[in-house]
């Protein structure tokens, strides 16, 4: 090897180093920022609780004054937020790496909207309450995602804008079922229902807690075991193949367990709007587009959702749930880039 050419090769190879150590940094401050704003959730509010009280609390003791609000409210209010955040972070860079589109979002092509109109007739029509609300959440979900599959399934392929086209008709069809529920609600449904709705953590308990952590630890696996698939998948379906990346079965494991993470996480916490379209292009800003979105993503949910969560109950003078300030977020962005996306289509 010349010297030049090992020039050159050295050169690279510092590059990567940097750019590993780059994202490694990047990666550690947003854990620093999700644990900051985790400990802050339980430390500020209309009591402000010093934070050896916090710890207190958290390890089982019982500091006076501190372990109603912080251990009986604000701790699971918190925990849970995390673990939704982490799901739908990366439940949504998921299905954008898969389908290779930032608009290929589980709350756009209607994962999220079949959830929540099997949770408004289960509400309004049926009269159902607590976990079995849940559960026909997480089975409806499921099995709107499964019909948009096989609609967009030609040829032995779910092609990625098929798919997406298909997913937000079937989004508009499951949002008439929402409105018409809702319509024909009594006081106290209606009421029941909009709280699922727009997205809460009101009321959140342990039982949420862990449901949402138990499918977060086995979906969440399964979805960063194919972490390397799903990168090799960017380079096109020919190319991931031509690595030996099994593409249409990477991509029904991924987007199974994609769309239980959401489901499980609609059940618990409602369909925080936009949540899981905002993290994937918020990661790609702060760690770059290199690499895999996974892990930078879920963290951005998880912080995004705190940070929404603390602002919809404190910064605007009365309690907003934690979907309507996300939903304030997501919709500028989401009308920017589908006008971004039709300037470029329009170019070409």
């Known amino acids: ?67 109603f609000i912080v251990g009986r409210l604000r701790l699971p209010r918190a925990s849970l937020a995390v673990l939704v955040g982490l799901s739908f972070g990366l439940a949504g860079a998921t299905f954008q790496t898969l ?13 999220t909207e079949g959830a929540s109109a099997a949770a408004a007739v289960a509400i309004v029509t049926f009269s159902l309450s607590g976990i079995v609300v849940s559960w026909v959440a997480v089975a409806a979900g499921t099995g709107v995602a499964l019909l948009i599959y096989l609609l967009a399934y030609r040829r032995g392929v779910a092609a990625g804008t098929r798919l997406i086209l298909i997913g937000i008709g079937v989004a508009a069809m ?34 949420d807690v862990l449901l949402v952590l138990v499918a977060l630890s086995l979906l969440g696996g399964v979805i960063l075991v194919q972490a390397r ?70 963290l951005v949910g998880a912080l995004l959702t705190l940070v929404a969560d603390f602002a919809g109950q404190h910064a605007f003078g009365t309690r907003l749930p934690v979907g309507v300030v996300t939903g304030v977020l997501g919709a500028p962005y989401l009308i920017y880039l589908i006008v971004r996306v039709n300037r470029v289509g329009g170019s070409t």
């Not at 339980?42 to 006076?64: C, H, K, N, R, W």
């Not at 389908?99 to 994962?111: E, F, K, T, Y």
């Not at 991931?240 to 249409?248: K, Q």
């Open 174 to 207: 499951m949002q008439s079922v929402i409105s018409w529920q809702l319509e024909r609600a009594r006081n106290v449904e209606l009421a029941e229902a909009l709280r699922w709705l727009t997205g809460s953590l009101n009321g959140a308990l342990w039982r």
């Open 1 to 67: 090897m010349s010297t030049i050419e090992g020039t050159a090769v050295a050169r690279v190879r510092h590059g990567r180093r940097a750019r590993s150590r780059r994202r490694a940094t990047l990666l550690a401050v947003l854990v620093l920022l999700v644990v900051a704003a985790y400990v802050a959730s339980l430390m500020l509010g209309s009591t402000v609780y010093p934070i050896q009280d916090v710890v207190a609390v958290i390890l089982g003791q019982e500091p006076p004054g501190a372990q």
């Open 229 to 298: 698939h799903l990168t090799a998948s960017q380079l096109g379906d020919d190319a991931a193949a031509a690595l030996g990346v099994r593409v249409e079965r990477m991509r029904l494991v991924t987007m199974v367990a994609a769309v239980g993470l959401v489901c499980f996480a609609t059940a618990a916490a409602g369909p925080i709007a936009f949540l899981a379209f905002l993290c994937g292009p918020i990661a790609a800003r702060v760690v770059g587009h290199r690499g895999s979105l996974l892990v930078p993503a879920a």
């Open 99 to 111: 389908l290779r589109n930032p608009l290929a979002s589980p709350d756009i092509i209607g994962v």
